[in-house]
C-alpha cells in the first residue's frame, strides 16, 4: 500500500506538470487539458480554479452514467482541489521557456509519455482516479469498452468542446494547435503501450515469486 502511495503521488505530480510544460511549449496544450484551459483565459481564472469546475462536472458525470453515488466519486471531490491546487503551483514554478521550435517540439513529445505514464500510474494503483481518468474509466466499465480507446475519444471530444466554447465566446482558439492534436490522436496509444509492457513485465514478476514460493 505504501509503495502504491509513492507511486500515485508520483502520477498525480507527473500530470499537473505536464499540463502546465504543455502551456509554456505554446504549441497547443494536451487535448485533456484544453477545455481548463480556455476556461482558464477566457473567464481570467487560475488555471487550477479552472480544472477544479472541470473535474467537478466529471464527477457529476460519473454518478449519472453509473447511477450511483460512490466512495471512489465521492473522493475524487476533494482530489480535484488537491490537483487545482498542484496545478496553480507548478504554474508558479515553471518559468516561461524560450526553445527554438525543433526543442519545444521534441520536448512536447517527450511531455506526452510523462503525461502517459501519470495517468498510468494513478490508473493501475487502483487508489482515487483524477475526475478526468474516472471518468474515462467509468465509461470504459458502462459500455464495456478498452479505457485506452475510450481516452482516445474523450480527448478528441475535449478538444472539440474546448474550441466550440472559444466560438460560444468570440475567442481565440486558446491552447488548440498541433500538440492538441498529437496528445489527441497518439497519448491513449502510449497508455496502451505501458499498459502491454509494463503490466506483463509485472505478471511475469508476479508468476515467478509465486513459483519461488
Given at each position: 500500500?505504501?509503495?502504491?502511495?509513492?507511486?500515485?503521488?508520483?502520477?498525480?505530480?507527473?500530470?499537473?506538470?505536464?499540463?502546465?510544460?504543455?502551456?509554456?511549449?505554446?504549441?497547443?496544450?494536451?487535448?485533456?487539458?484544453?477545455?481548463?484551459?480556455?476556461?482558464?483565459?477566457?473567464?481570467?481564472?487560475?488555471?487550477?480554479?479552472?480544472?477544479?469546475?472541470?473535474?467537478?462536472?466529471?464527477?457529476?458525470?460519473?454518478?449519472?452514467?453509473?447511477?450511483?453515488?460512490?466512495?471512489?466519486?465521492?473522493?475524487?471531490?476533494?482530489?480535484?482541489f488537491a490537483f487545482g491546487f498542484?496545478?496553480?503551483?507548478?504554474?508558479?514554478?515553471?518559468?516561461?521557456?524560450?526553445?527554438?521550435?525543433?526543442?519545444?517540439?521534441?520536448?512536447?513529445?517527450?511531455?506526452?509519455?510523462?503525461?502517459?505514464m501519470g495517468v498510468f500510474l494513478?490508473?493501475?494503483?487502483?487508489?482515487?482516479?483524477?475526475?478526468?481518468?474516472?471518468?474515462?474509466?467509468?465509461?470504459?466499465?458502462?459500455?464495456?469498452?478498452?479505457?485506452?480507446?475510450?481516452?482516445?475519444?474523450?480527448?478528441?471530444?475535449?478538444?472539440?468542446?474546448?474550441?466550440?466554447?472559444?466560438?460560444?465566446?468570440?475567442?481565440?482558439?486558446?491552447?488548440?494547435?498541433?500538440?492538441?492534436?498529437?496528445?489527441?490522436?497518439?497519448?491513449?496509444?502510449?497508455?496502451?503501450?505501458?499498459?502491454?509492457?509494463?503490466?506483463?513485465?509485472?505478471?511475469?514478476?508476479?508468476?515467478?515469486?509465486?513459483?519461488?514460493?
Amino acid at each position: 500500500m505504501a509503495k502504491k502511495f509513492v507511486l500515485y503521488i508520483l502520477g498525480l505530480n507527473l500530470i499537473a506538470a505536464a499540463v502546465v510544460l504543455n502551456i509554456r511549449y505554446a504549441m497547443g496544450v494536451a487535448a485533456f487539458s484544453s477545455v481548463m484551459y480556455a476556461i482558464s483565459e477566457i473567464y481570467q481564472i487560475s488555471l487550477g480554479a479552472a480544472s477544479i469546475i472541470c473535474y467537478l462536472i466529471f464527477v457529476l458525470i460519473q454518478c449519472i452514467l453509473s447511477k450511483k453515488i460512490t466512495l471512489a466519486y465521492a473522493l475524487e471531490i476533494p482530489l480535484s482541489f488537491a490537483f487545482g491546487f498542484l496545478t496553480d503551483l507548478y504554474d508558479f514554478l515553471i518559468p516561461t521557456l524560450h526553445f527554438s521550435l525543433l526543442f519545444r517540439g521534441t520536448f512536447f513529445i517527450f511531455t506526452m509519455f510523462i503525461t502517459a505514464m501519470g495517468v498510468f500510474l494513478c490508473v493501475k494503483t487502483d487508489l482515487v482516479l483524477t475526475p478526468t481518468d474516472g471518468i474515462v474509466k467509468t465509461i470504459s466499465e458502462v459500455f464495456r469498452i478498452p479505457f485506452s480507446t475510450v481516452k482516445n475519444v474523450f480527448d478528441i471530444s475535449l478538444v472539440a468542446s474546448s474550441a466550440l466554447l472559444c466560438l460560444a465566446n468570440q475567442t481565440s482558439f486558446y491552447g488548440i494547435g498541433i500538440g492538441t492534436v498529437l496528445s489527441a490522436v497518439f497519448l491513449g496509444r502510449i497508455i496502451r503501450m505501458y499498459e502491454h509492457h509494463i503490466q506483463s513485465h509485472y505478471s511475469m514478476y508476479l508468476h515467478t515469486h509465486m513459483l519461488l514460493w
